[in-house]
T-cell receptor
Framework: DAGVTQSPTHLIKTRGQQVTLRCSPK?????VSWYQQALGQGPQFIFQ???????QRGNFPDRFSGHQFPNYSSELNVNALLLGDSALYLC?????????????FGSGTRLTVV | QKEVEQDPGPLSVPEGAIVSLNCTYS??????FMWYRQYSRKGPELLMY????GNKEDGRFTAQVDKSSKYISLFIRDSQPSDSATYLC?????????????FGDGTTLTVKP
């Protein structure tokens, strides 16, 4: 049973560019959340998608946007990249309403902005 | 000040030792408490979750929550070199914030053979 899969695994972008990261949730999971993890820090909540709608959002600017597709997969888009956006971006999935009991995380996309 | 504080370590113990990992928090709305393990270059892996106060045991792992003190702990018995990783605590409030977890910054553990 495949877990959460993310692509690409690594990415290098230039300041000001835009990036799209992709995630396929674990089989049977329909809720997807995105987290940003800077080096040496814990993951920070970006937003959560359920039924193709953004349900919750953390303290991130509008440059961060997302989408969920009918097959529950999700994309994270970041516009006007800043150096400070360099981080590991983690996708996490859970069955609906079970996020309080923990997520299944993917291995992440390492984004470097130069 | 962060909502969730975690001693970053690093923590180094001999194989077979009992390990104690701790987090404190300030948001009294937190009701759900989780511990994750993260190996280098990997995503976090859920180890245990607990609702409200009390203890929960799973094999070599025991999670404790003391809401009155806003303090949670994870104990690892008979630690193994394969337990060497970063351990993250996470919490959520439930209700309208269901699914939004707030993480500590992690404690790095090394178990030496």
């Amino acid at each position: 049973d495949a877990g959460v899969t993310q692509s690409p695994t690594h990415l290098i972008k230039t300041r000001g560019q835009q990036v799209t990261l992709r995630c396929s949730p674990k089989s049977g999971h329909d809720t997807v959340s995105w987290y940003q993890q800077a080096l040496g820090q814990g993951p920070q909540f970006i937003f959560q998608y359920y039924e193709e709608e953004e349900r919750q959002r953390g303290n991130f600017p509008d440059r961060f946007s997302g989408h969920q597709f009918p097959n529950y997969s999700s994309e994270l888009n970041v516009n006007a990249l800043l150096l400070g956006d360099s981080a590991l971006y983690l996708c996490a999935s859970s069955p609906a309403l079970w996020g309080n009991y923990g997520y299944t995380f993917g291995s992440g996309t390492r984004l470097t902005v130069v | 000040q962060k909502e969730v504080e975690q001693d970053p370590g690093p923590l180094s113990v001999p194989e077979g030792a009992i390990v104690s990992l701790n987090c404190t928090y300030s948001n009294s709305a937190f009701q759900y408490f989780m511990w994750y393990r993260q190996y280098s270059r990997k995503g976090p892996e859920l180890l245990m979750y607990t609702y409200s106060s009390g203890n929960k045991e799973d094999g070599r792992f025991t999670a404790q929550v003391d809401k009155s003190s806003k303090y949670i702990s994870l104990f690892i018995r008979d630690s193994q070199p394969s337990d060497s990783a970063t351990y993250l605590c996470a919490m959520s409030a439930g209700g309208t914030n269901a699914g939004k977890s707030t993480f500590g910054d992690g404690t790095t553990l090394t178990v030496k053979p």
